[in-house]
């Protein structure tokens, strides 16, 4: 019997990786988009004639946008065809990087970065489910793996390319790239991506329904308490890696790159584990986030302790976004857009909690009180994760 939101029966894609890239491409997309203000943030503040902490609202407001979003766009999509509404969205996507490029003030820049929120929320809740779609079920831990692999290659390319053009051609230049590359993977999804046709729309009543599914309630707060943990320090990494571990600057791009590589090879080792070993995954993952801080505070003053810390706190964190939403499509399997929009609201809740939350201790602890926040955080994960394994009626794969 169907359910809503299930999807309607059909064939595999018939050029099934290149639709899968053109997802991936798609969370690419979305992820730079949102992150470009963070290496554009000091002339973007001056030419709008604000300041730096206001600017931050360039950050923040998308991410809060998209914990809202989320779900109200699967249910308002009915059972509209998915690969329309992820066009619509890569279209408006195109035409809010347009929108940034070309703002006389911080109004203007805000109300674009609102659409960022919109489109942000929307391609993440529906991609997050279509591997299953568009391969084989043995090869969704894979597929999986490249569609949130876009989120990993922001940080690695995405930015920094951004940051780079910023400091060439100036910071407008580098939305006016960036919605140009929206038109290209729009481009591309019009050539590649089968139809995704949805036997039943999502509904409020699904979505208050499993909100009763314990595995589901286990999965979002898992994906609360890490995300926070993650951003309470990585907000803040630059003045981390000068004040704590003494680097120069001139270090600085060298290592976050180290990191973001580490950050894709951890998207897909997980990606593949997570499908055939959930629990055990997302136990890694909150095993590797609690050392983190640890590391820090212990080995992470030296220069060469650093650097060993940034990698594998990239291989840990660049596997967080497949390894709980693999968790999500466990738990509710036959509505994977409702676990898919609740993961995307809640994880992005968990980046902006994390910031604000990290930013007020730094200034009344310094950054030694956030590593112990976060510790605490991704402890409190694992031991939800020990939790987790009590219950096996509620949480069945937690034993496999």
């Known amino acids: ?184 993977v729009l481009l591309l999804h019009l050539g590649v991506m089968p139809a995704l046709p949805v036997a039943l729309g999502t509904t409020a009543r699904l979505f208050l329904q499993q909100l009763g599914n314990r595995a589901l309630q286990v999965g979002l707060l898992l994906t609360l308490l890490l995300v926070s943990s ?29 990191y973001g590589v580490a950050g894709i090879a951890g998207n897909f080792v997980m990606g593949p584990l997570a499908a055939r070993r959930t629990w055990p995954a997302v136990v890694a993952l909150s095993v590797g986030l609690l050392l983190t801080p640890l590391l820090l505070l212990s080995v992470g003053t030296s220069f060469g302790g650093a650097i060993v810390v940034l990698v594998v706190w990239g291989l840990t964190y660049g596997g967080v976004s497949v390894g709980l939403m693999t968790w999500m499509m466990k738990a509710v399997p036959r509505a994977m857009e409702v676990a898919g929009s609740l993961y995307v609201g809640v994880f992005n809740i968990g980046i902006a909690a994390g910031a604000w939350a990290g930013g007020w201790w730094l200034d009344r602890a310094g950054i030694q009180g956030n590593l112990w926040i976060a510790a605490a955080l991704s402890l409190a994960a694992l031991i939800l994760c020990l939790i987790a394994r009590c219950l096996p009626r509620a949480v069945p794969w937690v034993r496999g």
């Open 230 to 258: 993650h951003f309470v320090v990585f907000t803040f990494v630059r003045p981390l890696l000068a004040a704590w571990s003494g680097i120069d600057a001139r270090w600085m791009g060298a290592l976050l790159f180290a």
């Open 1 to 184: 019997m169907p359910t809503p939101s299930s999807a309607a029966a059909q064939p595999l894609a018939r050029h099934p990786w290149l639709a899968v890239s053109a997802v991936g491409l798609s969370t690419f997309s979305v992820v730079t988009t949102e992150m470009l203000p963070v290496g554009l943030l000091t002339p973007i503040a001056d030419a709008l004639g604000i300041s730096a902490g206001d600017a931050g609202w360039l950050i923040s407001l998308p991410a809060l946008l998209a914990a809202v979003c989320a779900p109200l766009l699967v249910i308002a999509a009915g059972t509209l065809d998915r690969r329309l509404i992820l066009r619509a969205l890569l279209a408006l996507l195109v035409v809010a990087n347009l929108a940034s490029a070309l703002a006389p003030g911080i109004g203007s820049m805000l109300a674009a970065r609102a659409l960022v929120g919109l489109c942000m929320g929307g391609v993440w809740a529906i991609a997050g489910g279509l591997a299953a779609r568009l391969v084989a079920a043995h090869r969704v831990g894979l597929a999986t793996s490249i569609i949130f692999g876009g989120v990993a290659a922001a940080s690695v390319l995405g930015v920094p390319l951004g940051t780079m053009i910023g400091e060439a051609l100036g910071w407008r230049a580098v939305f006016f790239a960036m919605s140009a590359f929206s038109a290209l």
